[in-house]
Every structure is written in C-alpha cells, then in structure tokens.
C-alpha cells in the first residue's frame, strides 16, 4: 500500500520538510514496528525532532507503542496516510495546472504584444 521509496526519503530530498511531512515519513516508516533508531535513521530526523514528534504522534493516536520498544502506526495513523496521498495529489494536480496556465498567459502574451516588441527592435536599427 504505502512505500517509503514513493516518497523518495533521501536526505537531498528532505532539507526543508514542512510538519506534515515529517509526520508522513514517520508513519510510513512505521507501517512496520520499528524501534525508535531505526526511525531516526530511515525518516532522516535528528533526535530532538523524533522525540518531539513521537510524543506528538502518540498523544493523537497516530502511532501505538507495542512491547514497550517498538512503534506502530494505528489504523488513525493510517486514515491519515491515505488523506495526505489525496491532498498531495491534489496539490500536484493544482500545481500543473497553474503551469499550463502560466504557458497559455505567454502565448498570449506573445500573440498581442510580440509584434509591438518587434518593431521597436526595427526602429532601434
């Protein structure tokens, strides 16, 4: 269902994460029970951050501790997986969008106003 290497978590990638989406590194990394290390290393946080996110996380029920060393995300934490794919969908449809219609301005541009640069060009000759 959910694969970390869709995400593509190199740490190239994830200088400048917002909140959200370290909160989806983390669940897709513990869709598997994982220990608190192994979260570290494979959703690229330092410590303070892990800390203050696991504590965030298991505060709203997005993640469970199972065996008191190992954490798993929750059927929540997954509700929350599937509705940040459809958002991040969305924005990237949005995104496209906006540059179609960014490409349709210029040629707009170019079919009013091309001319008008062009023979100022030829006056300048």
Do not use: P, W
């Not at 190239?12 to 869709?31: A, F, H, P, Y």
């Not at 599937?82 to 040629?107: F, H, L, P, V």
């Amino acid at each position: 269902m959910f694969r970390i290497r869709d995400y593509r978590l190199s740490k190239t990638e994830n200088k400048n994460r917002c909140s959200l989406e370290i909160v989806r590194d983390i669940l897709l990394v513990t869709t598997r029970s994982r220990r608190k290390t192994g979260i570290l290393y494979d959703a690229h946080l330092n410590f303070r951050l892990l800390e203050k996110y696991l504590k965030l996380l298991l505060e709203n029920g997005l993640l469970e501790i199972v065996d008191e060393q190992f954490y798993v995300v929750t059927g929540k934490g997954k509700d929350f997986l599937q509705t940040y794919e459809e958002y991040d969908d969305r924005c990237k449809r949005i995104g496209q969008e906006i540059k179609d219609a960014r490409k349709e301005k210029m040629a707009l541009k170019n079919m009013c106003f091309n001319h008008e640069e062009n023979s100022n060009d030829n006056e300048k000759e």
